[in-house]
């Protein structure tokens, strides 16, 4: 399984960002498909994560602000991400733990 990761960048406070997760391979292994995120001398934490029953799971700091969605036909998983604020500053991994797959990591800035 590979998991190829986009949509990061540099955003001002209060906008949005779009981040997706396309899988390739044996996709057919995949778990539970999900986004976390790592900050320096920090572990990496959930920010939300979808099982393959559709069962949507969204850490506190991002509900009601972050959308997490899938594009079955095209194994991609977004992450729609609205009201930023500079504490998601982040590099932002597609990963599916219980599977042990991940993506490479994707730089989320969010500054004046």
């Known amino acids: 399984v590979q998991l190829q990761a986009s949509g990061g960048g540099l955003v001002q406070p209060g906008g949005s960002l779009r981040l997706s997760c396309a899988a390739s391979?044996?996709?057919?292994?995949?778990?539970?498909m999900g986004w976390y995120r790592q900050v320096p001398g920090k572990q990496r934490e959930l920010v939300a994560s979808l099982t393959d029953g559709g069962v949507k799971e969204y850490a506190d700091f991002v509900k009601g602000r972050f959308i997490l969605s899938r594009d079955i036909t095209k194994d991609t998983v977004f992450l729609q991400m609205n009201s930023l604020k500079p504490e998601d500053t982040a590099v932002y991994f597609c990963?599916?733990?219980?599977?042990?797959?991940w993506g490479q990591g994707t730089q989320v800035t969010v500054s004046s």
């Open positions: 990963g599916d733990p219980p599977g042990g797959y």
């Open positions: 391979g044996n996709v057919f292994r995949i778990v539970a």
